[in-house]
């Protein structure tokens, strides 16, 4: 059994901020790149942000840039995306997903293997 699981979404207001948990059973971290990606009402599913579990490279959309840091666990193998200055236009579903070692990681939805189920992020005043 391969899962993941995409955990704490909720709803928040402008400014404010959120941490979401990416849960992985069945497999290890270990030699994974696992990204973020959201879908927005009405846009198609965009890439967010990645990791290697290996060696800790990163890589952020423009849009969210200084604004959320993304950070793996590999003991619980579990990924994190803390999101601060929460904007509108960051309201989406949220969804984790991975695929074993890249040498060129990157936010290309295609390349990833295994998604979980999508957690929601409302902002809001």
């Known amino acids: 059994e391969v899962q993941l699981q995409a955990s704490g979404g909720g709803l928040v207001q402008v400014g404010g901020s959120l941490r979401l948990s990416c849960a992985a059973s069945?497999?290890?971290?270990?030699?994974?790149?696992i990204a973020w990606f959201r879908q927005a009402p009405g846009k198609e599913r965009e890439g967010v942000s990645f990791?290697?579990?290996?060696?800790?490279?990163?890589g952020y959309a423009d849009s969210v840039k200084g604004r959320f840091t993304i950070s793996n666990d590999n003991a619980k193998s579990t990924v994190y995306l803390q999101m601060n200055s929460l904007q509108f236009e960051d309201t989406a579903v949220y969804y984790c997903?991975?695929?074993?070692?890249?040498?060129?990681?990157?936010?290309?939805?295609?390349?990833?293997?295994?998604w979980g189920r999508g957690t929601l992020v409302t902002v809001s005043s």
């Open positions: 997903a991975s695929r074993w070692r890249s040498p060129r990681p990157s936010l290309n939805e295609d390349e990833y293997d295994f």
């Open positions: 069945g497999f290890s971290w270990d030699d994974h790149t």
């Open positions: 990791i290697t579990s290996r060696d800790d490279i990163t």
